[in-house]
């Protein structure tokens, strides 16, 4: 016992007492708060990122499908064809018949019956008027007096398609072309704000967009999509009805016939079927024409009518107008070459001593086809080593290119008394 006390007083001098360090409470705040301040600033950060980011990780993980217009087309009517069916109807025997007489009662119509076929053609009008806006173009400047003006031009428009994604609506370029804001009234008098998508400048139509979202729900369940009908098989004497805004107020109903289905205008490199009508109209008018079954068969475009007769109410066979729509539905350019044309037939070219093909009429200024050197009274025999015998054929040939293609037209020139051969190298363009 003496021994273990006297080793404990010999090694006194080397024991400690561990005392634990005290907290450096404002060191621990100062660390907290550096680490909450880079916490945040790394979220604020990754916040940013995944924002920029957002649409290009969807677009990559989750690509979306295109959404694209397609408009099925007619088939046009080969010459001879309508002859060819009258002779046929000739020799159809006449249908036997029966031994018991049927006896036939006249009955006088009254002028009540004349207005239940009035008020029935009104509702074909009225159920059309479902797939007519009001489309609105405001531009706006600065005068003179540097005071500002703003101009609103109205127009009808048609709805023609539905993408899935946004409405497509046909109208006239030179309402919207120039214009800083672009406003849709629906029937109900709903506004939603459009886009122009693309615009022909041969024809002057032109579709403009409205994104789905933008429309509630009641209006898209009270609006249709209008039916685009078969113009080959319209002839003098037709139905029709003029809707959208023909006398110069939208949702305008008038009924009339067409006093002409075989008239022609010619157009830089195509040519289209006019229909006339005896349907009074304004000289500014806007629409469409449509048949007793509610479809769409023509355009009412005004600057195609005679100088002479801006009163009545001209349109543009929808039928030979379909590719067009369908390609500015989807945002793709018309191809443009800049030749007015007309097709050179066995009978012309024995009369007037010219090599049969596409004759050219007249050359645009400044178009693709002054550029390789193409001149009036030329007449086309091939487009890329594939001969062309008439404007159809050359418009299906032209209408499968797309901007900036090259393309080699063979043309016959007169030199002296005979023709030669010419390739002109063309750039096939867009018409603004």
């Given at each position: 016992m003496k021994q273990k006390e006297q080793n404990e007083q010999e090694f006194a001098f080397i024991k400690e007492k561990i005392k634990d360090k005290p907290v450096n409470k404002r060191r621990l705040l100062i660390h907290a708060g550096f680490n909450l301040l880079c916490a945040v600033v790394f979220g604020v950060v990754a916040c940013f990122v995944f924002v920029l980011m957002e649409p290009y990780l969807e677009e990559w993980l989750y690509p979306k499908e295109e959404s694209t217009i397609s408009i099925p087309k007619d088939d046009a009517p080969q010459e001879g064809e309508e002859d060819g069916e009258e002779e046929e109807e000739e020799k159809k025997e006449p249908p036997p018949q029966p031994e018991s007489q049927t006896v036939v009662v006249q009955e006088e119509l009254e002028i009540e019956d004349y207005q239940k076929l009035q008020d029935k053609l009104y509702n074909i009008g009225k159920q059309a008027n479902k797939s007519v806006v009001t489309v609105t173009g405001v531009t706006s400047g600065m005068d003179w007096f540097n005071t500002p003006y703003e101009n609103e031009n109205r127009a009808a428009g048609v709805i023609i398609g539905n993408s899935g994604q946004e409405l497509l609506i046909l109208t006239e370029k030179k309402v919207i072309v120039d214009a800083q804001e672009i406003n849709i009234t629906f029937i109900d008098g709903t506004m939603a704000s459009a886009s122009l998508?693309?615009?022909?400048?041969?024809?002057?139509?032109?579709?403009?967009?409205?994104?789905?979202?933008?429309?509630?729900?009641?209006?898209?369940?009270?609006?249709?999509?209008?039916?685009?009908?078969?113009?080959?098989?319209?002839?003098?004497?037709?139905?029709?009805?003029?809707?959208?805004?023909?006398?110069?107020?939208?949702?305008?109903?008038?009924?009339g016939t067409i006093t002409s289905s075989k008239n022609e205008v010619s157009t830089i490199d195509k040519n289209y079927t006019i229909f006339t009508t005896d349907i009074v109209g304004s000289e500014n008018g806007s629409g469409v024409l449509i048949n007793l079954k509610g479809e769409i068969i023509g355009l009412v475009l005004q600057d195609y009518s005679s100088p002479n007769d801006r009163n009545t109410i001209t349109a543009l066979a929808v039928s030979e107008l379909k590719q067009v729509i369908e390609d500015l539905s989807n945002g793709r350019d018309v191809p443009y070459v800049g030749l007015r044309l007309s097709t050179v037939t066995e009978e012309i070219a024995k009369e007037f001593s010219i090599p049969k093909g596409v004759y050219i009429k007249s050359v645009e200024m400044d178009s693709p086809a002054m550029a390789a050197g193409m001149q009036e009274a030329d007449v086309i025999s091939k487009i890329n080593g594939e001969e062309v015998a008439t404007v159809e054929q050359y418009n299906q040939k032209i209408y499968a290119l797309s901007p900036e293609d090259t393309i080699t037209i063979t043309i016959k020139r007169q030199s002296g008394e005979a023709y030669v051969d010419l390739d002109c190298a063309v750039v096939v363009g867009v018409l603004k």
């Open positions: 998508k693309k615009y022909d400048g041969n024809t002057g139509i032109a579709i403009i967009s409205v994104p789905l979202e933008d429309i509630p729900e009641a209006v898209l369940g009270q609006m249709a999509v209008a039916p685009l009908g078969n113009s080959y098989v319209v002839s003098q004497g037709t139905t029709v009805l003029a809707i959208g805004s023909p006398l110069g107020a939208n949702y305008s109903i008038l009924c």
